[in-house]
């Protein structure tokens, strides 16, 4: 609740830095996060203030068609990804990750593709609609957690009965940074409290 005794949502926050797919018998990833409430139609705002494709013609940027489902909004890019950095490939690592600044107007949230940017959402594409009645959803407040895994998933894409098991995700390194002055790790922070709700 904010000072003024008004309500605001969490918006159920989930940032993806890669989900995988195959595109065309190229690697692809799913960049993405998802919000909720959201938009009608799942349709957000979408112009030069509210998002940004980086130049890079290797990664053929572009929106995913999924946006999202009865319990989230989402708004993804799907890129290509590095094409020797696969385990039956020359298995070299690729940079992935997101930065983000929280918030509402100045916020942003930006991933990263073989270390390179590949694509930002602006605070203002995540703006109030007057047809579903929400407020202004904002980039992520409050601390989230990791996963990694090698997940698997027929609703997400075609599952190849080529595929070899066992098989395997490397991961090098996973690193947080935060700004100077700005560290947060507590899950129940002054702004978000959450350990109440957690332990009821």
């Not at 929106?63 to 696969?86: H, K, L």
């Amino acid at each position: 609740m904010r000072k003024n005794g008004k309500y605001v949502g969490r918006s159920a926050p989930e940032i993806d830095i890669f989900e995988a797919q195959v595109d065309k018998g190229k690697g692809q990833i799913s960049q993405s996060a998802q919000w909720a409430p959201f938009n009608a139609a799942y349709k957000w705002t979408q112009n030069s203030d509210t998002y940004k494709f980086y130049d890079n013609p290797e990664m053929e940027t572009k929106f995913n068609p999924y946006e999202g489902g009865a319990y989230q909004q989402a708004i993804s890019g799907v890129v290509y990804t590095n094409q020797s950095c696969y385990e039956l490939t020359e298995r070299c690592y690729a940079v992935y990750g997101f930065e983000y600044k929280p918030g509402f107007d100045e916020a942003y949230l930006t991933w990263i593709n073989n270390d390179k940017r590949s694509w930002t959402i602006y605070g203002p594409g995540l703006q109030g609609d007057l047809l579903t009645e929400i407020g202004p959803r904002s980039i992520s407040q409050e601390p989230m957690y990791i996963i990694a895994n090698l997940g698997i998933s027929p609703g997400f894409g075609h599952i190849s009965e080529d595929l070899i098991f066992p098989t395997t995700m490397s991961i090098d390194w996973i690193r947080v940074y935060q700004p100077p002055g700005k560290k947060q790790i507590s899950c129940d922070p002054k702004e978000f409290p959450t350990a109440q709700y957690i332990e009821t």
